[in-house]
């Protein structure tokens, strides 16, 4: 049984970095492109970043380039995302996405994808 589990989220002011962190287990972990949606109230979901299952390309949304960084650790299959002068807009359910070989883009995840329950970030101005 697959289960992707999210954390590290919670109530920062403007400005401040946060650091979320996305397991998985029940696959191969190194198979799995791997990234994060959010979805504001109110909102579409947003495809955030993705990182290619070989760790070669990575994709970005224009709204987080430059103040968020995506990583992997495949030995620890985990899963990170560094977030830098977080905005009042980055206020979001955070889900993390993996998708079997797949690699980045506008467009990912293109093949069979499972998702977590999302963890809350929350930033105030």
């Known amino acids: 049984q697959v289960q992707v589990v999210e954390s590290g989220g919670g109530l920062v002011q403007a400005g401040n970095s946060l650091r979320l962190s996305c397991t998985a287990s029940?696959?191969?972990?190194?198979?799995?492109?791997m990234g994060w949606f959010r979805q504001a109230p109110g909102k579409e979901r947003e495809r955030v970043t993705c990182?290619?299952?070989?760790?070669?390309?990575?994709y970005y949304a224009d709204s987080v380039k430059g103040r968020f960084t995506i990583s992997r650790n495949n030995a620890e299959n985990t899963l990170y995302l560094q977030m830098n002068s977080l905005k009042p807009e980055d206020t979001a359910m955070y889900y993390c996405?993996?998708?079997?070989?797949?690699?980045?883009?506008?467009?990912?995840?293109?093949?069979?994808?499972?998702w977590g329950q999302g963890t809350q970030v929350t930033v105030s101005s």
């Open positions: 990182i290619s299952w070989t760790g070669s390309n990575t």
């Open positions: 996405v993996l998708s079997l070989f797949d690699v980045c883009s506008s467009s990912w995840p293109s093949s069979r994808n499972y």
């Open positions: 029940g696959l191969t972990f190194d198979n799995y492109a």
